[in-house]
């Protein structure tokens, strides 16, 4: 026996009409940023550079910089540059140290520093690689 039906049928068209959209649009483009020059004259292979702490000491006039480059163990030039809210512009360079699971930058002093806000940067230079963190801000301490 087959039980009927008493609500109104739908045909398999118009389920499958239901569920397509009615009008489709293209997202937005999202703009890429524009490669800084100094990316664009480097060869070799980009590497991950992370800042693991920034700490400004106005009573010495210092920012300590520590840092790890991921996915590359090796030696090479760590350098941070350290920029003051009026655009001082401070930099030191060391050499890298290769552990077991990365390269170390650690530590450079930045000498110079007054007290207020600077945004620091840490990059890397060695055989074939490179790289550069993100700006950070100097922690006061």
């Known amino acids: 026996m087959v039980a009927e039906?008493?609500?109104p049928s739908v045909a398999p068209t118009e389920t499958v009409e239901a569920t397509e959209p009615v009008e489709t649009?293209?997202?937005a483009p999202?703009?890429?940023p524009e490669p800084t020059e100094s990316a664009?004259?480097?060869e070799g292979t980009e590497v991950p550079v992370m800042i693991n702490?920034?700490?400004l000491d106005s009573s010495a006039g210092t920012i300590e910089v520590r840092g790890t480059v991921t996915e590359f163990i090796g030696d090479g030039t760590c350098t941070a540059t350290a920029v003051s809210a009026d655009g001082t512009e401070l930099t030191v360079e060391a050499a890298a140290?290769?552990?077991a699971q990365s390269t170390?930058?650690?530590p450079l002093t930045i000498s110079g520093a007054t007290a207020g806000e600077w945004s620091v940067t840490l990059s890397f230079e060695g055989e074939g690689v490179w790289g550069e963190s993100e700006p950070l801000p100097a922690?006061?301490?």
């Open 40 to 42: 664009e004259a480097r």
């Open 97 to 99: 140290t290769p552990d």
């Open 5 to 7: 039906s008493t609500g």
């Open 25 to 27: 649009t293209e997202a």
């Open 30 to 32: 999202t703009e890429t």
């Open 53 to 55: 702490s920034a700490f």
């Open 104 to 106: 170390i930058c650690a």
């Open 139 to 141: 922690e006061a301490g």
